[in-house]
């Protein structure tokens, strides 16, 4: 765990996408698969998954009420020896039989490229952060991500199947995690199982961008992870109010109605899941490229005569030298947003004009082998500044 970051504390979150089967979906998914199609037809027969958004509560410290991916802050017990005994069989293989992310460590995001030895953790980052985003995930929606120890063979790469436990031997484990988070390696000892941290692919790593030096800032590992079918779930009534397993499209179009509301990175993830209407396209997607690499992103924020745009690398406005200890001050014109726009060649940018009232704009090329978001303004595709694959 690295002890010495000043500004940032460092945290893992996880898109978990279940697969629902009915003989409609099936149909459809087998017709060329457009945006189109999704214009033209309900939002939940398209698509043959759903993903986890859990409702932080009302008392919560950081975006209270906002819809969010499960995760959280890093514990020094993700990164504990007894993990070593608990990987037996592949704590010897680098990174755990994760495989080597080809991006150049020059490039690498710090939370990916730190060395952790030199922080006295035998664990590598690469399994930490997967273990806690695995942690969280329990401890937030009941859901435990995890594979028989007695499996001496690395990840088959298929979509993940669940261990069926017992619900109320798993809330009685849940409660201890809650209060103890160093129980998550205790109990996956007591339970004979190891946290599937082969089923999580590397997604993304989002800064939380700041115009005052005392809001709270964080670093975080998006992940991917995706699995057979819906799990059961339950919230823990603490940190989480609520849960919603919904479709991509689905989950935006809640967000426009006011339904919900989800923050800028949520609304950019969200938007670049619907190129994909299949979840085995989508964990075939995940898998091929999570040994690509991705990048830092931190938005600077930039404040027009009618609303805000939250400026992302790659635009032509992004700082080549951006600050990411000190404080941010927003940048200010007196253009509107559409005027800014117009006169802007490289564009990499997510619109603000409200509470639920995002667009984003985009025409440079993903890095990374990855997808810009299928962008829509008011459920409609916008064809200027865009650039997106017509493959879902």
């Known amino acids: 765990m690295n002890t010495t970051l000043r500004y940032w504390k460092e945290a893992a979150t996880l898109i978990l996408l279940a697969g629902v089967k009915n003989k409609h979906t099936n149909s459809l998914l087998k017709k060329q ?58 704590s010897e293989l680098p990174n755990f039989g994760l495989g ?29 952060f997967r273990i806690c985003a695995i942690r969280e995930t329990f401890e937030e929606a009941g859901i435990l991500i995890a594979v028989p120890s007695s ?23 849940r ?23 082969w089923a999580l692919y590397e997604w993304s790593n989002w800064l939380t961008p700041s115009t005052s030096p005392n809001s709270r800032r964080y670093d975080t590992a998006f992940f991917t992870c995706c699995v057979e079918e819906l799990p059961y779930t ?15 499209v689905d989950a935006l179009t809640s967000f426009r109605n006011k339904e919900i509301w989800i923050a800028p990175p949520q609304f950019y993830e969200m938007s670049r899941l619907c190129h994909f209407s299949s979840l085995s396209n989508l964990h075939h997607f995940c898998q091929q490229r999570s040994l690509e690499g991705c990048e830092r992103w931190m938005a600077h924020i930039i404040k027009t005569s009618d609303g805000f745009f939250h400026i992302l690398p ?36 997510i619109g603000v004009q409200g509470l639920h009232n995002f667009v984003i704009h985009v ?21 200027n500044n865009v650039l997106h694959s017509s493959k879902l």
């Open 100 to 128: 080597v992310v080809m991006q150049p460590l020059s490039s690498r995001p710090p939370i990916f490229a730190t060395d952790r030895k030199k922080f006295g953790s035998a664990v590598p980052g690469e399994v930490a």
């Open 314 to 349: 790659g635009d032509e406005l992004y700082s080549e030298d951006p600050n990411f200890t000190g404080e941010q001050l927003k940048m200010t014109t007196e253009k509107t947003s559409e005027e800014l726009l117009n006169i802007s060649k490289k564009i990499h940018r």
């Open 175 to 197: 409660q201890r995690v809650q209060n103890d988070p160093t129980n998550f390696a205790r109990m996956c000892k007591e339970l004979n199982c190891m946290p599937n941290i």
């Open 151 to 173: 499996n001496n063979k690395a990840y088959d790469g298929g979509i993940a199947k669940l261990i069926a436990y017992d619900p109320s031997e798993l809330a009685v484990w």
């Open 33 to 90: 698969q457009t945006i189109h199609l999704i214009e033209s037809c309900s939002h939940s027969e398209v698509f043959d998954y759903k993903t986890l958004l859990l409702q932080r509560s009302q008392q919560s410290g950081f975006m209270p009420n906002a819809y969010v991916f499960p995760g959280g802050l890093f514990e020094s017990c993700d990164f504990s020896t007894d993990w070593l005994d608990v990987f037996r069989s592949f």
């Open 234 to 248: 339950f919230h823990d009534d603490k940190e989480i109010s609520h849960f919603k397993w919904s479709s991509p």
């Open 363 to 383: 025409n440079i090329e993903p890095k990374y082998k990855h997808f810009h978001p299928i962008t829509r303004n008011n459920s409609e595709t916008s064809e």
